[in-house]
Protein backbone atom coordinates (compact mmCIF):
# COMPACT_ATOMS: atom_id res chain seq x y z
CA UNK A 1 0.00 0.00 0.00
CA UNK A 2 0.86 3.54 -1.15
CA UNK A 3 1.89 6.34 1.76
CA UNK A 4 0.46 8.60 -0.66
CA UNK A 5 -1.38 7.95 -3.88
CA UNK A 6 -2.30 11.28 -5.93
CA UNK A 7 -4.77 10.32 -8.60
CA UNK A 8 -5.53 13.05 -12.07
CA UNK A 9 -5.23 16.23 -9.49
CA UNK A 10 -6.13 19.43 -11.67
CA UNK A 11 -6.60 22.76 -10.51
CA UNK A 12 -7.15 25.81 -12.13
CA UNK A 13 -7.05 29.63 -11.04
CA UNK A 14 -9.62 31.66 -12.82
CA UNK A 15 -9.60 30.96 -16.65
CA UNK A 16 -5.91 29.12 -16.17
CA UNK A 17 -5.01 25.43 -15.62
CA UNK A 18 -1.99 25.21 -13.36
CA UNK A 19 -2.03 21.48 -12.77
CA UNK A 20 -3.71 18.98 -15.40
CA UNK A 21 -3.56 15.15 -14.12
CA UNK A 22 -0.98 14.72 -11.98
CA UNK A 23 -0.64 10.97 -10.82
CA UNK A 24 1.80 9.73 -8.43
CA UNK A 25 2.26 7.70 -5.30
CA UNK A 26 4.94 8.00 -2.88
CA UNK A 27 5.79 4.07 -1.18
CA UNK A 28 6.37 4.26 2.35
CA UNK A 29 9.55 4.70 3.68
CA UNK A 30 11.01 6.38 0.29
CA UNK A 31 11.61 9.89 -0.49
CA UNK A 32 10.08 11.28 -3.70
CA UNK A 33 11.16 14.90 -4.89
CA UNK A 34 9.39 16.71 -8.03
CA UNK A 35 10.96 19.34 -9.89
CA UNK A 36 9.73 21.40 -12.66
CA UNK A 37 10.28 25.15 -14.45
CA UNK A 38 9.39 28.30 -12.08
CA UNK A 39 5.17 28.80 -11.64
CA UNK A 40 4.77 24.99 -13.26
CA UNK A 41 2.46 24.38 -9.85
CA UNK A 42 5.00 22.48 -7.82
CA UNK A 43 3.82 24.40 -3.72
CA UNK A 44 0.23 24.24 -5.38
CA UNK A 45 0.36 20.67 -5.54
CA UNK A 46 1.36 21.51 -1.55
CA UNK A 47 -1.21 23.32 -0.82
CA UNK A 48 -3.81 20.73 -2.03
CA UNK A 49 -2.16 17.76 -0.19
CA UNK A 50 -2.25 20.46 3.22
CA UNK A 51 -5.59 21.52 2.46
CA UNK A 52 -4.82 25.12 2.18
CA UNK A 53 -6.48 24.37 -1.39
CA UNK A 54 -9.61 22.43 -3.27
CA UNK A 55 -8.28 20.71 -6.07
CA UNK A 56 -11.02 20.88 -9.12
CA UNK A 57 -10.21 17.09 -10.22
CA UNK A 58 -8.60 14.55 -8.84
CA UNK A 59 -8.17 12.67 -5.81
CA UNK A 60 -5.48 11.40 -3.08
CA UNK A 61 -5.35 8.42 -0.82
CA UNK A 62 -3.07 7.86 2.13
CA UNK A 63 -2.41 4.37 3.74
CA UNK A 64 -4.96 3.64 1.54
CA UNK A 65 -7.54 5.76 2.70
CA UNK A 66 -9.79 8.93 1.08
CA UNK A 67 -8.33 12.04 2.91
CA UNK A 68 -11.19 14.00 4.57
CA UNK A 69 -10.31 18.05 4.92
CA UNK A 70 -10.28 18.12 8.48
CA UNK A 71 -7.74 15.25 9.01
CA UNK A 72 -4.47 15.81 7.41
CA UNK A 73 -1.99 13.17 8.34
CA UNK A 74 1.39 14.84 6.66
CA UNK A 75 3.75 17.12 8.57
CA UNK A 76 4.52 20.31 6.03
CA UNK A 77 7.78 22.62 6.00
CA UNK A 78 6.86 25.48 3.62
CA UNK A 79 9.21 27.14 1.71
CA UNK A 80 10.37 29.94 4.03
CA UNK A 81 11.53 28.81 7.91
CA UNK A 82 8.12 30.81 9.02
CA UNK A 83 10.06 31.57 12.61
CA UNK A 84 7.91 33.97 14.28
CA UNK A 85 10.28 36.76 15.53
CA UNK A 86 8.54 37.43 18.68
CA UNK A 87 8.94 33.94 19.86
CA UNK A 88 11.81 32.25 21.15
CA UNK A 89 14.11 29.27 19.09
CA UNK A 90 12.25 26.77 21.52
CA UNK A 91 8.68 28.43 21.57
CA UNK A 92 9.08 28.66 17.20
CA UNK A 93 9.92 24.91 17.66
CA UNK A 94 6.82 23.72 19.43
CA UNK A 95 4.61 25.86 17.11
CA UNK A 96 3.29 22.99 15.43
CA UNK A 97 2.26 20.76 18.39
CA UNK A 98 0.93 23.71 19.88
CA UNK A 99 -1.36 24.21 16.84
CA UNK A 100 -2.37 20.98 16.98
CA UNK A 101 -3.63 21.23 20.43
CA UNK A 102 -0.71 19.84 22.44
CA UNK A 103 -1.07 21.71 25.72
CA UNK A 104 2.44 24.29 25.34
CA UNK A 105 4.31 22.70 28.22
CA UNK A 106 4.27 19.21 26.92
CA UNK A 107 4.87 20.82 23.21
CA UNK A 108 7.68 22.41 24.69
CA UNK A 109 9.43 19.77 26.08
CA UNK A 110 8.68 17.51 23.52
CA UNK A 111 10.54 19.86 20.97
CA UNK A 112 13.15 20.43 23.51
CA UNK A 113 14.07 16.92 23.42
CA UNK A 114 15.34 17.07 19.73
CA UNK A 115 17.42 20.04 19.96
CA UNK A 116 20.56 18.24 20.25
CA UNK A 117 20.18 15.79 17.66
CA UNK A 118 19.20 18.31 15.27
CA UNK A 119 22.71 20.19 16.11
CA UNK A 120 20.50 23.51 17.55
CA UNK A 121 21.45 22.62 21.61
CA UNK A 122 21.74 25.60 23.71
CA UNK A 123 19.54 27.90 21.42
CA UNK A 124 16.77 27.26 22.87
CA UNK A 125 16.37 30.81 24.60
CA UNK A 126 17.63 32.72 21.17
CA UNK A 127 15.61 34.99 19.29
CA UNK A 128 15.44 33.46 15.77
CA UNK A 129 17.23 36.52 14.71
CA UNK A 130 20.27 35.20 16.31
CA UNK A 131 20.29 32.39 14.25
CA UNK A 132 22.38 31.55 10.74
CA UNK A 133 20.20 30.29 8.19
CA UNK A 134 20.95 26.78 8.02
CA UNK A 135 20.19 27.14 12.02
CA UNK A 136 16.86 28.40 11.31
CA UNK A 137 16.20 25.63 8.72
CA UNK A 138 16.98 22.85 11.42
CA UNK A 139 14.47 24.81 13.85
CA UNK A 140 11.59 24.58 10.88
CA UNK A 141 12.51 20.71 10.16
CA UNK A 142 12.54 20.18 13.93
CA UNK A 143 8.71 22.00 14.31
CA UNK A 144 7.68 19.92 11.32
CA UNK A 145 8.68 16.41 12.84
CA UNK A 146 8.26 17.29 16.64
CA UNK A 147 4.53 16.52 15.16
CA UNK A 148 5.54 12.47 15.10
CA UNK A 149 3.60 12.09 11.11
CA UNK A 150 4.80 9.63 9.20
CA UNK A 151 4.98 11.81 5.99
CA UNK A 152 6.65 14.87 5.60
CA UNK A 153 6.11 17.73 2.90
CA UNK A 154 8.89 19.86 2.23
CA UNK A 155 8.63 23.08 0.40
CA UNK A 156 12.58 23.53 -1.13
CA UNK A 157 13.31 23.69 2.16
CA UNK A 158 17.27 24.36 1.56
CA UNK A 159 16.21 26.37 -1.43
CA UNK A 160 17.26 30.02 0.13
CA UNK A 161 20.71 28.86 1.57
CA UNK A 162 24.90 29.04 0.63
CA UNK A 163 25.99 25.90 -1.38
CA UNK A 164 27.74 24.80 1.62
CA UNK A 165 25.30 25.02 4.28
CA UNK A 166 22.69 23.09 1.88
CA UNK A 167 25.36 20.64 1.01
CA UNK A 168 25.84 20.60 5.13
CA UNK A 169 22.09 20.01 5.47
CA UNK A 170 21.25 17.68 2.83
CA UNK A 171 23.95 15.20 4.51
CA UNK A 172 22.43 16.12 8.41
CA UNK A 173 18.84 15.27 6.74
CA UNK A 174 19.86 12.00 5.14
CA UNK A 175 21.15 10.92 8.99
CA UNK A 176 18.07 11.93 10.40
CA UNK A 177 16.11 10.46 8.35
CA UNK A 178 18.03 7.03 8.34
CA UNK A 179 16.66 6.81 12.00
CA UNK A 180 13.19 7.85 11.43
CA UNK A 181 12.54 6.25 7.96
CA UNK A 182 9.88 9.10 6.97
CA UNK A 183 8.29 8.93 4.00
CA UNK A 184 8.80 12.20 2.25
CA UNK A 185 7.46 14.27 -0.64
CA UNK A 186 10.25 16.82 -1.41
CA UNK A 187 9.83 20.08 -3.85
CA UNK A 188 13.35 21.26 -4.71
CA UNK A 189 15.11 23.56 -7.57
CA UNK A 190 18.14 21.38 -7.26
CA UNK A 191 18.28 18.48 -9.58
CA UNK A 192 21.30 17.42 -7.64
CA UNK A 193 20.10 17.91 -4.27
CA UNK A 194 17.00 15.21 -5.97
CA UNK A 195 19.29 13.08 -7.04
CA UNK A 196 21.24 12.68 -3.92
CA UNK A 197 17.73 12.87 -1.51
CA UNK A 198 15.36 10.87 -3.44
CA UNK A 199 14.18 7.19 -4.54
CA UNK A 200 12.18 8.56 -7.62
CA UNK A 201 12.16 12.25 -9.36
CA UNK A 202 9.08 13.17 -10.63
CA UNK A 203 9.36 16.17 -13.37
CA UNK A 204 6.42 18.29 -13.82
CA UNK A 205 5.99 20.29 -17.23
CA UNK A 206 5.58 23.98 -17.69
CA UNK A 207 1.95 24.74 -17.13
CA UNK A 208 -0.46 23.33 -17.44
CA UNK A 209 1.93 20.80 -15.19
CA UNK A 210 1.67 17.58 -15.67
CA UNK A 211 4.03 14.48 -15.41
CA UNK A 212 6.69 14.03 -17.88
CA UNK A 213 9.36 12.15 -16.87
CA UNK A 214 9.95 10.13 -13.75
CA UNK A 215 13.67 9.05 -13.00
CA UNK A 216 14.36 6.29 -10.37
CA UNK A 217 17.81 6.30 -8.17
CA UNK A 218 18.52 2.83 -7.28
CA UNK A 219 21.18 3.15 -4.63
CA UNK A 220 20.31 2.47 -0.78
CA UNK A 221 19.59 6.21 0.91
CA UNK A 222 21.65 7.52 2.36
CA UNK A 223 24.21 8.05 0.07
CA UNK A 224 27.60 9.45 0.88
CA UNK A 225 29.48 12.59 -0.26
CA UNK A 226 30.82 10.76 -3.19
CA UNK A 227 27.65 9.82 -4.73
CA UNK A 228 27.41 13.44 -6.50
CA UNK A 229 31.00 12.25 -8.40
CA UNK A 230 29.49 8.67 -8.85
CA UNK A 231 29.06 8.21 -12.85
CA UNK A 232 25.36 7.24 -12.33
CA UNK A 233 24.35 10.39 -9.96
CA UNK A 234 25.94 11.97 -12.93
CA UNK A 235 23.86 10.40 -15.39
CA UNK A 236 20.54 10.82 -14.02
CA UNK A 237 21.17 14.32 -13.31
CA UNK A 238 21.65 14.97 -17.54
CA UNK A 239 18.39 13.00 -17.53
CA UNK A 240 17.11 15.32 -15.49
CA UNK A 241 18.13 18.37 -17.40
CA UNK A 242 16.76 16.90 -20.55
CA UNK A 243 13.21 16.41 -19.38
CA UNK A 244 13.39 19.71 -17.87
CA UNK A 245 14.37 20.87 -21.31
CA UNK A 246 11.48 19.60 -22.49
CA UNK A 247 9.36 20.39 -19.68
CA UNK A 248 10.10 24.58 -20.37
CA UNK A 249 10.50 24.29 -24.12
CA UNK A 250 12.33 27.95 -25.67
CA UNK A 251 15.09 29.95 -23.91
CA UNK A 252 16.27 29.38 -20.40
CA UNK A 253 15.21 25.83 -20.96
CA UNK A 254 16.96 24.17 -18.13
CA UNK A 255 16.34 27.50 -15.83
CA UNK A 256 14.47 26.97 -12.63
CA UNK A 257 13.88 29.39 -9.81
N1 LIG B 1 -4.07 31.90 -5.41
C1 LIG B 1 -3.68 31.99 -6.69
N2 LIG B 1 -4.40 32.69 -7.58
C2 LIG B 1 -4.04 32.77 -8.88
N3 LIG B 1 -2.94 32.19 -9.39
C3 LIG B 1 -2.17 31.48 -8.55
C4 LIG B 1 -2.49 31.35 -7.16
N4 LIG B 1 -1.54 30.58 -6.58
C5 LIG B 1 -0.65 30.25 -7.55
N5 LIG B 1 -1.04 30.78 -8.72
C6 LIG B 1 -0.36 30.62 -10.01
O1 LIG B 1 -0.22 29.23 -10.23
C7 LIG B 1 1.00 28.96 -10.88
C8 LIG B 1 1.76 27.91 -10.11
O2 LIG B 1 2.23 28.48 -8.89
P1 LIG B 1 3.12 27.63 -7.88
O3 LIG B 1 3.51 28.56 -6.78
O4 LIG B 1 2.41 26.38 -7.53
O5 LIG B 1 4.37 27.29 -8.79
P2 LIG B 1 5.77 26.67 -8.36
O6 LIG B 1 6.06 25.62 -9.36
O7 LIG B 1 5.75 26.27 -6.93
O8 LIG B 1 6.70 27.93 -8.57
P3 LIG B 1 8.16 28.23 -7.98
O9 LIG B 1 9.03 27.15 -8.52
O10 LIG B 1 8.50 29.56 -8.58
O11 LIG B 1 8.06 28.24 -6.49
C9 LIG B 1 1.74 30.28 -11.01
O12 LIG B 1 1.52 30.79 -12.31
C10 LIG B 1 1.08 31.15 -9.99
O13 LIG B 1 1.10 32.49 -10.39
Redesign the pocket.
Known sequence: MSALSVRGLGKR??E?T?LDGVSFSVEPGRVTSVI?P???????LLRILTGELDPDAGSFEVDGAPVRNAQRPFAFMPQRDALLPWRRVLDNAALGLEMAGVPRRQARRRASELFDTFGIGGTERLWPRQLSGGMRQRVALLRTVVQERTMLLLDEPFGALDAITREQLQRWLLGIWERHRWSMLLIT?DIREAVRLSDEVLVLSA?PARIIGRVRVDRAIPRGDGFVLDPEARRLEHELLKLLARAAPGPGATM?G
Open positions: FGTVGSGSGKSTHKM
